[in-house]
């Protein structure tokens, strides 16, 4: 079931993950490729996350994580002893599957990574921080009070917060875990639209329950079970000629 | 019943009951404080016992309550004052013994600098050998201008000659240090220089003395001649009567003027009298500078502990050893804290550091006994547990998945501490300094082996470089109160101190916390909306 990916940006080359004794990842391999949408869908559970987390070692800051295998980015290895975390993490962007927004105004949500990075001027960071939220589709919502506490917004309002967050940072790879999960149709679509906007530029690994969304957005798609990935390939692949019996159960709503 | 019972209402019911308890103590200990305080300031009415067996005795009423156990009889205490005269201050008066009782209108009080109260007629001004009568106007106008001859007075002791003596002690020790080194050339100029100096100082010295002592002689010119109760006759020189009044023709605001008054002078003046009269403001002073200090220097240490606890230490018999004995040490009787204070602070750090910086001016120790600084930090190493203790509960406020999304763009452990974890635990860091504060501000026994003393000629501030005397030893609310309820020679004439003292202490108690308070929710507003 090898497929060729062009253009890899990401290697994962089999990983896999204990927390503790449990191996929640077995042996994973899988490519991504640069400036693409590549979705992981599968049953909940089944190591989604705990994979995304890999790719910007976000699991490091888990006691107890052992990890086997390799993840490249660019060739090299993140793992490797000589990689500085943060500089990761810089270019690895992550969105979280439950919103976490700071305890702050709007806009210094938004403007944390830029200041992290060192930026200092303050109309440099405005014209950042109203970038972001105009991609990431809060601009409208929030304009007005860019200083009020960010827990004042709503859930979805939160999440969208935590996307022009990450993207104000402008990574080279965006991981989304589950980005739309508490939105509404009208802002899930324009988070689509984003999405498909930002790879352009930008590299967009994004976790999905919603099928219609793997296939409308993704241009490459993984399917997960029990810490395994089953199947990866084209999206259009996936879902409209499944090799897997697994797959098409999962994808035909037989299954999970 | 059981029934009733698993309602719950009987236990709703029951914690009512605590709370009010707890809450009636509370009032009543704050009422009782505020009662026996409040009044101490009202002049109370003047009554002149003519005795049975012929003898008068006169003074301001303080109570009257019934003889136990035999019926109908009373008797009252009288403020009899003119201590000089009589020795003692209160008399007891049975009014079986009484043969007459009137309150003479124009019967005095005069309030003097010396020797408490002094009850009695006003002749009037002696002049040579004779008395001319004078009224109570004329009087009280001389009182205005002996008032401000001793303002005059009191510059030239306090700001004049002080800053000379400050100067000519400073010289001194120069000298000293100077002697010390090898002489040369320079150092004998520089010798010369301060000796010339001195002499400078010290005829100025002498200038400032002679007018002291002509201000004396103007102030012992005037004096008038009051007759006491038993018909003797005293002379008052007009410079030591602070005030003057009659509580018998006073009305209700005169009265209510007199109060304001003495109030006032209670919290803004010094104490005169071996702490019995006048005012407590230097143990105000103390009491809120020391907290300032203790504060500046437990919020650091115990924040920084707490950090390392609970960000850096992990979990482990160390760590959990180390937080067991901080909240511990909140369990160690304040006394073990002024011991410690005394060896390490004191001894120890104090006498370095005269032997390093101020070796001349040895073996008169500077740091090296007890002083504001060292009394302050005995009391953040007996608060620091409850900083501790609230900084961590405030650090695990900084929910896990808020720290995730700050290392997911890419700050680093310390990056997120400082702004995105710290911010959240403010409020609980400032909860942690406002209960700090308020355990600091009536812990009275460590102080006194550490720098509180019943008196302190200066305040730890004042208009000399520089300014903020930290080796100073200060005076403290908590202190005197036991100084003056307990201590002091004339403990009948101050207990009523003790209450409005007391009073004084809770009031800043509160003041400084409800200060505090607002802070914090300044802070935390000032957090949420724009911070960092
Ligand atoms: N911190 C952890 N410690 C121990 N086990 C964990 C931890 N995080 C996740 N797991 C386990 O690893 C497995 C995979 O979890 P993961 O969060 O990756 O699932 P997921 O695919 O993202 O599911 P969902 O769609 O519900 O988010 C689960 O069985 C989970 O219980
Ligand atoms: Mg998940």
Redesign the interface.
């Known amino acids: 079931m090898e497929i060729l990916i062009p253009d890899q940006i990401v290697n994962v080359i089999n990983l896999s993950l204990y927390y503790g004794k449990t191996k929640a990842l077995k042996e994973i391999t899988l490519d991504v490729s640069k400036s693409k949408i590549t979705s992981f869908i599968g049953p909940s559970g089944c190591g989604k996350s705990t994979l995304i987390r890999c790719i910007?070692r976000?699991n490091d800051?888990i006691e107890d994580v052992k990890i086997e295998g390799e993840i490249k980015i660019d060739g090299c290895d993140i793992y490797a002893p000589d990689v500085d975390v943060?500089?990761l993490?810089?270019r690895v962007?992550?969105v979280?599957q439950?919103p976490?927004?700071?305890?702050?105004?709007i806009?210094?949500n938004v403007i944390?990574?830029p200041?992290?990075?060192g930026v200092k001027n303050k109309s440099v960071l405005k014209d950042l921080c109203e970038k972001a939220l105009k991609r990431a589709a809060l601009w409208d919502d929030v304009k007005e009070r860019l200083?009020?506490?960010a827990l004042d917004l709503s859930g979805g309002q939160q999440q969208r917060l935590?996307i022009a967050?990450?993207i104000a940072?402008e990574p080279e790879i965006v991981l989304l875990d589950e980005p739309c999960s508490a939105l509404d149709p009208i802002a899930t679509s324009k988070i689509e639209d984003m999405l498909v906007e930002l790879k352009k530029h930008y590299t967009v690994i994004i976790v999905t329950h919603n099928m219609q969304q793997a296939a409308r957005i993704s241009d490459y798609t993984g399917f997960f079970m029990l810490g395994k990935l089953m199947e990866f390939n084209v999206t259009t692949e996936i879902f409209t000629n499944p090799r897997e019996k697994a797959t098409e159960d999962y994808i035909t709503g037989r299954f999970g | 019943m059981k029934k009733i019972l698993k309602t719950g209402t009987p236990y709703i019911w029951l914690t009512a009951c605590m709370l009010t308890i707890s809450l009636l103590m509370i009032g009543g200990l704050i009422l009782l404080i505020m009662v026996k305080g409040l009044g101490v300031f009202w002049p109370h009415e003047m009554v002149r016992f003519v005795l049975k067996d012929g003898s008068v005795v006169m003074g301001e009423i303080a109570k009257t309550e019934s003889i136990p156990h035999i019926k109908d009889t009373y008797r009252t205490k009288l403020k009899i004052g003119n201590r000089d005269a009589f020795g003692l201050d209160f008399q007891w008066v049975d009014h079986e013994a009484v043969a007459r009782r009137e309150y003479p209108p124009d019967a005095l009080a005069f309030e003097r600098r010396e020797w408490g109260n002094l009850y009695g007629f006003l002749k009037g001004l002696k002049v040579g050998e004779n008395t001319k009568p004078i009224s109570e106007q004329e009087l009280e106008a001389l009182i205005k201008e002996s008032y401000a001859l001793y303002k005059k007075i009191r510059h030239v002791e306090k700001r004049a000659i002080g800053n000379i003596n400050y100067v000519m002690e400073k010289n001194r020790l120069t000298l000293r240090r100077l002697q010390a080194l090898p002489s040369n050339a320079d150092t004998q100029e520089k010798v010369n220089d301060i000796q010339v100096d001195v002499n400078r100082l010290e005829s100025l010295y002498h200038t400032q003395e002679n007018l002291l002592a002509e201000l004396y002689q103007e102030a012992r010119k005037q004096e008038v001649v009051v007759t006491i109760s038993d018909g003797r006759e005293r002379t008052l020189p007009v410079f030591q009567i602070i005030r003057m009044y009659a509580p018998n023709k006073m009305g209700v605001f005169a009265k209510v003027g007199f109060y304001i008054s003495k109030f006032w002078e209670f919290v803004s003046a010094e104490p005169r009298e071996a702490n019995t009269e006048g005012g407590i403001f230097p143990a105000i002073f103390g009491t809120v500078m020391m907290v300032f200090i203790m504060s500046i220097a437990v919020v650091p240490l115990g924040v920084l502990t707490a950090v390392y606890l609970k960000e850096y230490a992990g979990d482990n018999i160390i760590s959990r050893l180390v937080r067991i004995s901080v909240s511990n040490l909140a369990g160690v009787p304040s006394i073990v804290f002024g011991v410690f204070g005394l060896g390490f602070f004191i001894y120890f750090i104090g006498g370095g550091i005269d032997s390093l910086f101020y070796s001349e001016s040895l073996p008169t120790p500077t740091f090296g006994t007890g002083g504001i600084l060292w009394a302050s930090l005995t009391l953040s190493l007996l608060t620091v547990p409850v900083v501790v203790v609230a900084t961590e509960e405030g650090l695990s406020s900084a929910s896990k998945s808020v720290r995730e999304g700050s290392y997911a763009l890419g700050a680093t452990k310390f990056e997120t501490l400082w702004r995105v974890v710290l911010p959240q635990a403010t409020p609980g860091i400032l909860t942690g300094t406002i209960l700090s504060m308020a355990r600091a501000v009536g812990e009275v026994a460590p102080l006194m082996i550490t720098g509180v003393v019943k008196l302190a000629p200066s305040l730890p501030l004042d208009s000399h470089y520089p300014f903020v005397h930290l080796e100073r030893k200060f005076m403290h609310l908590g202190f005197h109160i036991y100084d003056v309820g307990f201590q002091s020679p004339n403990v009948e004439a101050a207990v009523p101190m003790v209450y409005t003292t007391t009073l004084v202490l809770v009031i800043t108690v509160l003041t400084l916390n409800i200060s505090a308070i607002l802070l914090r929710n300044r802070l935390r507003k000032w957090y949420n909306s724009s911070a960092m």
Request: net charge positive; aromatic share 12%; hydrophobic share 35%.
């Open positions: 910007n976000m800051l943060t500089e993490r810089k962007g992550m979280f439950k976490n927004p700071f305890p702050k105004s806009f210094e944390y990574g200041r992290v990075l200083h009020v506490n935590c967050r990450a940072m």
